[in-house]
């Protein structure tokens, strides 16, 4: 070979690699979850399958919550494109959006698996990224949770009566109005001021998520009772916010590789959520008194909550439409869902009355 096809073969594999290696993304992505939360698990997990399946394309550098921006500024970071990436749970950008709180979760209403067919397969996902690309945006959800712990309090609650008067933190819209029409008061704040807030007294009893991220949070130090179940919240979704211009950058099977990591993800969630969760459950049995509502209080709660839903969607036409999705359905499965019960998923709920909530969407 002579030296002048040698450096023009030594030419070429410079480009070619030089070409391969920029075509390689590099992402930060941070999250809402310190590192001391359970939660942060889901996020960690979906970044671990995206690396491997598409790390060649596009490597994804995971920062714990607060470590790049603050929690609560997530958001904007990833609609500015200060960071590529950004984990949630959908219902702390309600202010900016009224239909991202149905999208987080929902009062007496949706559980984990709902939330996974209604996302897969009756016309979720769509309305995420139809939300979110309000922002310049595109989410993948990849998490869900079954119904929250309930209430970590220092007096019990068994009945509603018990609510009365109770200053309780409590994230949501719904769930504020719910509890409030209940007779409780609800009062706002992080994640990370419920142990000193309980602590001090600032608040007579607090909810956050489920047992084992209760536990992580140490809510069992600071109180000596745990009302159930989580009727304000009776499922959650989470999953990772991208900055449009970033995915678009993105090859389609690249994309592609990323929906599959989130999708293995949420299954992986829903039985590790489970298993902690009910492990979790054994340790504060052991120092906390367990309490439940009945089925009478139950049922009162479930129609307190339709009226607020009713409420909320005809307040917000976005809210509405999510809604009346989501209650279209639980109407479509419900048929199936009566026929093989009892060995099918959840229940078919009683919930708002469809009509009203497709009158407010339209």
């Not at 996902?125 to 869900?144: D, I, R, S, W």
């Not at 199936?336 to 709920?349: E, M, T």
Request: contains cysteine; negative net charge; hydrophobic residues 40%.
């Amino acid at each position: 070979m002579t030296l002048t096809k040698t450096l023009a073969s030594a030419t070429v594999a410079v480009t070619l690699a030089a070409g391969a290696a920029s075509a390689q993304e590099t992402w930060q992505m941070t999250t809402t979850w310190p590192s001391s939360l359970d939660l942060i698990q889901f996020d960690k997990h979906f970044v671990d399958l995206a690396n491997k399946l598409a790390g060649d394309e596009v490597t994804i550098e995971f920062f714990e919550g607060g470590s790049l921006v603050p929690s609560g500024e997530v958001f904007g970071a990833v609609e500015s494109g200060i960071v590529q990436a950004g984990a949630d749970w959908p219902g702390y950008w309600a202010g900016r959006d009224p239909a991202f709180s149905p999208l987080a979760t929902t009062s007496s209403l949706f559980n984990a698996v709902d939330y996974v067919n209604w996302i897969q397969q009756w016309g979720g996902q769509e309305l995420y990224n139809e939300t979110y690309g309000k922002f310049g945006m595109v989410y993948l959800p990849y998490a869900v949770t079954n119904n929250e712990s309930g209430f970590h309090t220092k007096e019990a609650i068994r009945t509603i009566d018990d609510l009365q008067g109770k200053r309780l933190r409590v994230s949501g819209l719904e769930q504020g109005r719910l509890l409030n029409n209940l007779g409780g008061s609800q009062v706002s704040m992080a994640g990370g001021e419920i142990y000193q807030s309980l602590e001090r007294g600032v608040i007579d009893g607090a909810e956050f998520s489920t047992p084992n991220v209760d536990w992580s949070g140490g809510f069992q130090q600071v109180t000596g009772y745990w009302a159930t179940p989580g009727w304000h919240q009776s499922a959650s979704v989470f999953g990772v916010m991208i900055n449009k211009s970033a995915w678009d950058a993105l090859s389609p099977e690249t994309q592609e590789k990323l929906q599959i990591a989130a999708d293995a993800t949420m299954l992986w969630s829903l039985a590790y959520t489970e298993r902690n969760a009910n492990d979790a459950y054994k340790k504060f049995d052991e120092v906390n008194e367990i309490t439940r509502m009945d089925d009478a209080a139950l049922e009162k709660i479930q129609q307190t909550a339709n009226a607020v839903i009713e409420e909320v969607a005809c307040e917000n036409p976005t809210s509405a439409k999510v809604y009346l999705s989501q209650l279209e359905y639980l109407a479509d499965y419900s048929n199936w869902r009566s026929a093989s019960a009892p060995f099918n998923l959840g229940r078919n709920p009683n919930g708002p009355d469809i009509k009203k909530i497709r009158a407010c969407a339209e």
